[in-house]
């Protein structure tokens, strides 16, 4: 599981010294919990890998867009501080579709639910979230099924 994997790569650095990638694990490992703690209340049963993979993909997307404003701020440095962090949160993240994968996802599922207009969109959406959901990029995936119709 990754969530274990996670608990591993944190002692691991821990007794390397490796301070950085250490406050980095840390701050997954908290993020993690913070989303375990909001499901409580939810009736909702998400599965543990899928979990921590949504987690580390929101992280990873903040990270992104924190790196494209640091540079566009001139604060190099900030942004290779991202730079490694989003590199460490992408140690454990599966890998992701390719574009022509996704392309072949979106295909199949569209032939599946028979969809024929935009206005299928979001049937598509949810079948392909529902399926490939842990690694695709649904915001490429998004753009993808719109320019299809």
Do not use: W
């Not at 935009?118 to 690694?135: P, S």
């Amino acid at each position: 599981m990754i969530r274990d994997d996670i608990k591993a790569a944190t002692i691991t650095s821990m007794k390397a010294g490796e301070k950085d990638r250490t406050a980095t694990l840390r701050q997954i490992s908290a993020k993690i919990k913070d989303r375990d703690i909001e499901l409580r209340t939810s009736s909702k049963d998400v599965p543990d890998d899928e979990l921590v993979t949504g987690v580390l993909q929101k992280m990873a997307k903040q990270r992104r867009e924190s790196i494209t404003m640091y540079v566009d701020g001139g604060r190099e440095e900030l942004a290779d501080q991202e730079r490694s962090e989003l590199a460490i949160i992408e140690e454990f993240l599966p890998q992701m579709m390719s574009e022509e994968e996704t392309k072949a996802a979106i295909a199949d599922v569209k032939a599946s639910i028979g969809a024929k207009s935009i206005k299928d969109m979001g049937r598509v959406m949810a079948e392909l979230k529902a399926r490939h959901g842990t690694e695709m990029d649904m915001s490429q995936a998004s753009a993808l099924v719109k320019n299809s119709f």
